[in-house]
């Protein structure tokens, strides 16, 4: 028998602050590319050519419980990579017990923070989509993706995806 790893628990971490007991939820960024059909002569059917990642680009989007001043503060950043967060999952199999680190660390800047609705005596939530220069994903120790946007560096499972198109172009 099999059990599929599943989130058991999280925190998210904002330029190292932690947001234990704060943090919501997180909606991880999709990894996403740009496909475009193509079909030439003798081709029976349209194949997908590869054109990088999609045009929205890599997104995190995560909700505090409360009001935030540190993402505050933050807003308006003028570096694309001014803002570093960093998503720990504990993730665990229930057939074995075996707890997994997941780690996504991202560097971007925040897009859109959305205060929620404002009502005495209830609940009151920051939605913040932070739109990310630089991704990477780690599961127990072993780095699977890292997309560095401004660089052009784009590592999959240990392979530099883009070095040949680099050294093309003479980066």
């Known amino acids: 028998m099999a059990m599929p790893r599943k989130l058991k628990n999280l925190n998210i971490f904002n330029d190292g602050n932690s947001y ?10 999709p990894l996403s590319r740009k496909m475009e059909g193509y079909r ?9 050519t590869d054109q990088g990642l999609s045009d ?8 505090l419980g409360g009001w935030d001043l540190i993402a505050l503060r933050q807003w308006g950043a003028t570096r694309a990579d001014a803002v570093q967060l960093r998503f720990a999952g504990a993730v665990q199999r229930d057939d074995t017990g075996e707890v997994s680190a997941v780690e996504v ?3 971007g800047r925040h897009e859109e923070i959305e205060f929620g609705d404002a009502s005495p005596g209830e609940d009151t939530e920051h939605s913040i989509t932070t739109t990310c220069s630089y ?17 052009m560096i784009e590592n999959v499972d240990g392979v530099d995806m883009l070095a040949e198109q680099r050294r093309a172009i003479g980066l």
Do not use: C, H
């Open 20 to 29: 234990q007991g704060v943090a919501k939820s997180a909606t991880l960024p």
């Open 135 to 151: 991704y990477k994903l780690t599961v127990d120790g072993e780095v699977l993706v890292e997309i560095d946007i401004l660089n």
């Open 40 to 48: 030439g002569a003798g081709m029976n059917g349209p194949v997908k």
């Open 56 to 63: 929205d680009g890599i997104q995190f989007e995560w909700t």
């Open 105 to 107: 660390v991202v560097r």
